[in-house]
């Protein structure tokens, strides 16, 4: 769904995790079944504004040149699952992450991925028409990683509105959107 003002901010939301195993190993391969299913599914929900694509994939753009973390080059990794998206607001990113095939994988993320020390995602508002890059994704994913959420970067446990404000999450809203998607798929 397109956001109608151009100039509102919104809200970014990069996720980052590691496998156990190397991509290719058979140990992902019901990660990667479910991958394109879940992206499939992102593309219709309600208050998604548009996803980054992979340089050396079909689909959507890439939002610039594909960078990881550090914490990947730590383990010998020089890729990650990993995504970058832009939301009409928090309610509208969550109604999607916690729900549906999406939130079933989420209970499955430890067949895959190594327990991190690191945040699993970065949440943060973006003001401009041109979406972010990865590399502003990592830049402020370690940035919440180092100093814990503000108003510059933050997680859903503590989240910040546009203008840098405390904000608690409108649970009623985040209901009727999964609810909405729900409907759509």
């Not at 901010?9 to 496998?19: N, R, S």
């Not at 209970?107 to 945040?119: A, F, H, M, Q, T």
């Not at 546009?162 to 959107?177: F, T």
Request: glycine residues 6%; proline residues 8%.
């Amino acid at each position: 769904m397109m956001q109608t003002d151009k100039t509102a901010p919104k809200l970014a939301l990069y996720t980052f995790g590691l496998f156990i195993e190397d991509d290719d190993h058979p140990a992902n391969d019901s990660f990667w079944e479910l991958n394109d299913r879940i992206f499939a599914i992102v593309d219709l929900c309600n208050g998604l504004i548009a996803r980054s694509g992979y340089a050396d994939e079909d689909g959507p753009e890439s939002w610039g040149r594909e960078v990881y973390p550090h914490f990947a080059h730590e383990y010998g990794r020089d890729t990650a699952p990993s995504t970058l998206s832009l939301w009409e607001s928090i309610e509208a990113a969550m109604a999607f992450v916690y729900s549906g095939l999406h939130a079933e994988a989420l209970k499955r993320g430890r067949e895959w991925n190594i327990k991190p020390s690191w945040p699993p995602y970065a949440a943060w508002w973006w003001p401009h028409e041109a979406p972010p890059e990865w590399s502003d994704a990592v830049q402020l994913h370690k940035r919440l990683h180092d100093n814990g959420p503000s108003p510059k970067v933050f997680n859903f446990k503590s989240p910040f509105g546009p203008h840098g404000e405390k904000i608690a999450l409108d649970r009623k809203e985040i209901r009727r959107l999964s609810n909405l998607n729900a409907q759509r798929i």
